[in-house]
Structures are given as C-alpha cells and as structure tokens.
C-alpha cells in the first residue's frame, strides 16, 4: 500500500510540475477564468465593470471557482487566489486518474 502511495505521489509532481511552476499555466481558457473571477471579486468596487457587466446566478455545475476565488481575492492578487484553488483541485484529479489507472478499474 506505500508504494502504491508514493507512486501516486511521484505520478502527481511529475504531471503537476508545469503547470503549478508558473504564474499563468498554460491552460487555454484559464486566463478567461481569471478575467471572470477579477469581474466577480470587484464589480462591488468598480462602477465601470458594473456599466458593462451584471451578474445573473444560475444554479449551474462547477461553480467551485465562482463562489471561492472572488472571496479569497479579498485577502490577495486574483493570480494567487486563482493558484490556491487550481493547484490543489488540479492535484486531487491527477491521484484520482492514477489511483484508477493502477486499480485498473
């Protein structure tokens, strides 16, 4: 079972090393996400963003970064509150597929 474990563990630095190294990962659409999550975190505080945007919520899957990052924005830069969020998310994903990558379920 400890070795299963560290293999988890060696299999999740390896593929998570380029994209946790870096400010902006090269995510296609994840600079998009920071830009919604900048417009979530202060349109309160910005009458130009409210001149452009209104903010509908809609119960809609996947809304974990909508409801967190723009609270965690408060206390930093939107790229580190983003970051809090991604890398632990990202890491979590990465176990789950090797866990059953080596189940073999």
């Given amino acids: 079972m400890r070795r299963i474990s560290c293999a988890y563990l060696a299999i999740a630095a390896f593929v998570l090393y380029p994209i946790?190294?870096?400010?902006?990962?090269?995510?296609?659409?994840?600079?998009?996400?920071?830009?919604?999550?900048?417009?979530?975190?202060?349109?309160?505080?910005?009458?130009?963003?409210?001149r452009y945007y209104e903010l509908h919520w809609t119960p809609m899957p996947y809304l974990a970064m909508d409801a967190m990052v723009p609270l965690i924005a408060r206390i930093m830069p939107i790229y580190d509150a983003g970051r809090v969020l991604y890398r632990p998310m990202s890491a979590s994903a990465c176990c789950w597929d090797c866990r059953t990558a080596l189940r073999g379920a």
């Fill in 20 to 50: 946790a190294s870096v400010t902006i990962p090269g995510l296609t659409d994840y600079p998009n996400h920071l830009a919604r999550m900048h417009i979530l975190a202060a349109i309160d505080a910005s009458a130009d963003l409210r």
